[in-house]
């Protein structure tokens, strides 16, 4: 009979292997294998990376070699059956001799869904699936969402006081559009950390045209981490008022890491400042503007960023884009950071614009929350739509 407590104690250390793939597998999922012998011991591990090519299965066969017969695979994530970029790791895995399979989860992609687990089956493998189901599911929920609906997973991120404000009255700030108050940041330094951390685990950060004129950023991944390509950072810029002089266009006409990792949506522009944008790495789209506020289609917008196989995005603007966000229903998640302060007074500035909802039967529920400390300050993470969903 098998031992449910070693069975979690593998599991854990395949996603902990998955999770060194994060910033490095995009646009395909995160993967972690290990596989144990006859007598209990790891004889293989792999790691998925988009750039390695192998997937993690096969990494950690050829890392056992003769020793997989008759052992065990760990993985989060159901082994593939059909010819992609590599050969079927279902074929390899019988091959080796395998006779045991534990898995996390099916592979969320429909057209695959099950395939690899019937063909080990088949084959007399013996396959188990659901251990640390949820875990596996928070991890590779980006994934989940693009391959069943050609878009990115949205997660709209701020930082506010417990009474929902992001700045202070526009009278007695500059850093109207984001959570930068002119006395200084509302969060702590843990906090913000953290903030690197997720824009680590996203392919795109989007803001507006106001996030830019009011805190000049630059929008970068300062994790420290590695990963595969640069941080796509997207602008919503209606007229194309960008400033040539920002931190955000003088990183890519400066440093050629950052070469075309910057995208600018918008209306309608002048061709000259289209050139002179393009001029110095940025990239200019034009999109047809959106029937109720003339701005650019934030749903076209997405479709466009899975286009460009862009599997998260993270929402880091100001009231007017968190609004227009919320509203149109592309949020997935939120991950909202509080610092422990009252802000107070009209004239500050709210998480989000816009009228909102006003019977209370109406507002979305956020589901499935998760609760982060930092120091003084907390977050509350929670899901608006299950990324999983058909």
Avoid at 28 to 40: C, F, S
Avoid at 222 to 236: A, K, Q, T, W
Wanted: aromatic letters at 4%.
């Amino acid at each position: 009979m098998p031992d449910h407590s070693t069975d979690e104690k593998f599991l854990h250390r395949a996603l902990d292997l998955a999770r060194q793939g994060i910033g490095l597998a995009s646009p395909n999922p995160y993967v972690g294998a290990v596989i144990v012998d006859t007598q209990g011991s790891t004889v293989g591990t792999g790691v998925y990376t988009y750039d390695g090519v192998k997937h993690a299965e096969v990494s950690a066969l050829e890392q056992a070699g003769d020793k997989a017969r008759g052992g065990t695979l760990y993985i989060n994530l159901e082994p593939h059956s059909h010819q992609g970029r590599t050969p079927p790791c279902t074929d390899a895995l019988i091959a080796a001799g395998v006779r045991r399979v534990v898995a996390s989860m099916p592979d969320p992609n429909p057209k695959v869904s099950g395939r690899g687990f019937e063909k080990l089956r088949a084959a007399g493998v013996h396959v188990e699936v659901g251990g640390l189901k949820a875990e596996a599911r928070r991890l590779n929920e980006a994934f989940a969402r693009y391959v069943r609906h050609g878009v990115p997973l949205v997660t709209l991120k701020a930082a506010m006081t417990l009474d929902g404000k992001i700045a202070p009255p526009p009278a007695s700030a500059a850093h109207r559009a984001a959570g930068i108050p002119a006395g200084g940041w509302i969060t702590g330094e843990a906090a913000r950390a953290h903030v690197q951390q997720q824009r680590h685990q996203s392919d795109a950060i989007l803001v507006g045209l106001g996030t830019i004129l009011a805190d000049d950023p630059r929008l970068t991944d300062r994790s420290g981490n590695p990963r595969r390509h640069p941080l796509l950072r997207v602008i919503l810029d209606s007229h194309l008022r960008l400033p040539l002089d920002s931190r955000v266009v003088q990183s890519v006409a400066n440093e050629g890491a950052f070469k075309n990792d910057v995208v600018v949506f918008c209306t309608s522009c002048e061709e000259k400042r289209k050139r002179e944008l393009e001029a110095r790495g940025i990239q200019v789209e034009r999109l047809t503007p959106a029937a109720s506020d003339g701005r650019p289609d934030i749903h076209a917008i997405l479709h466009r960023l899975g286009e460009l196989e862009i599997t998260s995005v993270m929402i880091e603007g100001g009231s007017a884009v968190n609004g227009t966000a919320l509203a149109s229903g592309v949020v997935d998640k939120v991950f909202l950071y509080y610092a422990p302060k009252v802000m107070a007074g009209a004239g500050s500035v709210p998480v989000a614009a816009g009228a909102g909802f006003r019977p209370m039967d109406e507002p979305m529920q956020v589901k499935h929350l998760h609760l982060h400390r930092f120091a003084e300050d907390f977050a509350v993470e929670g899901y608006l739509r299950d990324p999983y969903e058909e």
